[in-house]
């Protein structure tokens, strides 16, 4: 990506975790594409990883600590980010997290609690953090979040996960109304599969690879630049006209039937 779609914005990424996270493939998209970056890291076990990877980064980026489901740290998160930024273009949201165990097996067997976290960390996570950035997006803005096919249709073993991604799509569109005329867009990027950490969490994950390079449209798996490359587009003026959508990135697999 050569153009500089994001000349003089500001965001937030939130869930990068390694190398490999998508959140890291868009931040890098957003830098290359003009974009100053602050970043959050989630348990103090990834922070050096976090800062490190940051340090590659062309200029500096602040690093803060967040785990979405600490209402405490947002609270501290906005106070950074006004501080530290002052105001904020837009905001990445790439965090997911159930229990290995409810992400095997069947979706029957839930419990309240893996229900819950599910929920608490890969959807809820989205309105907390709109409310908490919205404030701070005095001239509009642009938020993202990642979402996967298993949202609208069962896919083995994704299971509870597929539940919080529907939840996290109809958020999207309550968002986008509600912050519409604020000017702020919330818009969803359906990925499909990538070899990441929360990716690997998954049972059977290999086997759901090598069926989407089979089944899709364009013959492959999709590569995490592109999906990266389709986030900054939503984040910049480009996409200025679309709120409230799941964009899929895909290879085109999610339209196809037998
Ligand atoms: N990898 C895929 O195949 C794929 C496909 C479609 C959508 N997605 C979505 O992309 C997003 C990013 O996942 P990824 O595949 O890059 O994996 P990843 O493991 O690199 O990223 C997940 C991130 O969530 C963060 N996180 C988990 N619990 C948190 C908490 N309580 N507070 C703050 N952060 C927390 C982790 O620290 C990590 O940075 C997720 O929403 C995932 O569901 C992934």
Redesign the pocket.
């Known amino acids: 990506m050569t153009m500089r779609m994001l000349e003089g914005k500001k965001g937030i990424i939130?869930?990068?975790?390694?190398k490999?996270?998508?959140?890291?493939?868009i931040a890098k998209a957003s830098s290359d594409a003009g974009a100053t970056l602050a970043f959050?890291?989630?348990?103090e076990k990834?922070k050096e990883k976090?800062e490190e990877l940051v340090k590659t980064l062309p200029g500096t980026s602040p690093v803060y600590p967040?785990?979405?489901?600490?209402d405490d740290?947002l609270a501290r998160l906005q106070e950074n980010l006004r501080q530290d930024l002052g105001s904020v273009d837009f905001l990445v949201?790439?965090?997911?997290?159930a229990d290995r165990k409810d992400l095997e097996g069947i979706f029957l067997d839930t419990s309240r609690k893996g229900y819950l976290l599910a929920q608490?960390?890969?959807s809820y996570?989205l309105t907390a953090l709109s409310r908490m950035v919205a404030p701070l997006m005095s001239q509009g803005g642009s938020i993202i979040?990642?979402?996967?096919?298993?949202s609208e249709r069962a896919v083995k073993n994704y299971n509870v996960?597929g539940v919080a991604?529907a939840a996290?799509e109809a958020s999207v569109r309550y968002l986008a109304v509600d912050l519409g005329a604020r000017q702020i867009r919330v818009n969803a990027?359906?990925?499909?599969?990538?070899?990441?950490?929360?990716?690997?969490?998954?049972s059977g994950?290999t086997e759901?690879l090598d069926h989407v390079a089979h089944k899709a449209p364009l013959q492959r798996n999709v590569e995490?630049e592109e999906?990266a490359n389709a986030s900054v587009f939503l984040l910049s003026p480009l996409s200025s006209g679309i709120t409230g959508e799941v964009i899929y990135v895909?290879c085109g697999y999610n339209i196809v039937g037998i």
């Open positions: 939130l869930g990068v975790a390694n490999r996270s998508i959140a890291w493939a959050t890291y989630q348990g990834i976090v967040c785990d979405v489901t600490s740290d949201h790439s965090i997911a997290f608490d960390v890969s996570s979040t990642l979402t996967y096919l298993g996960m991604k996290l990027v359906s990925a499909g599969p990538v070899n990441t950490l929360a990716a690997r969490g998954i994950f759901i995490i999906v895909d």
